[in-house]
């Protein structure tokens, strides 16, 4: 079993930037296969980014690229996501997934993932 939290949310101006946590405890060897998804009010979860158990291997969504930065810190059991140049439609509920994975590829779904976190609330005002 892995727990996972989320933190850093909250509620800033179009162009801002924010860095979301989650911090992972229970059994969190390396091995494991991290993202975030996001839900806005309305739709469906939607894969962000993604990272590998490595580090080495990271997928964005359209959307994000070039805007949002995924890395972890294995050592500390955490994972980030750096959101810079903030839009008005990046307003949901951020979540984080986990997925015991050793290898490179990343998978987008949100079905594939095993663990979830009780989500962070983002809102971007114009």
């Known amino acids: 079993q892995v727990q996972l939290v989320e933190s850093g949310g909250g509620l800033v101006q179009a162009g801002d930037s924010l860095r979301l946590s989650c911090a992972a405890s229970?059994?969190?060897?390396?091995?494991?296969?991290m993202a975030w998804f996001r839900q806005a009010p309305g739709k469906e979860r939607e894969f962000v980014a993604g990272?590998?158990?490595?580090?080495?291997?990271?997928s964005y969504a359209d959307s994000v690229k070039g805007r949002f930065t995924i890395s972890r810190d294995n050592a500390k059991n955490l994972q980030y996501l750096q959101m810079n140049s903030l839009k008005p439609e990046d307003t949901a509920v951020y979540y984080c997934?986990?997925?015991?994975?050793?290898?490179?590829?990343?998978?987008?779904?949100?079905?594939?993932?095993?663990?979830w976190g009780q989500g962070t609330p983002v809102t971007v005002s114009s």
């Open positions: 997934a986990a997925k015991y994975r050793p290898h490179m590829s990343i998978l987008r779904s949100a079905d594939e993932y095993d663990y």
């Open positions: 990272i590998n158990w490595s580090g080495f291997s990271t």
């Open positions: 229970g059994r969190t060897e390396a091995n494991y296969a």
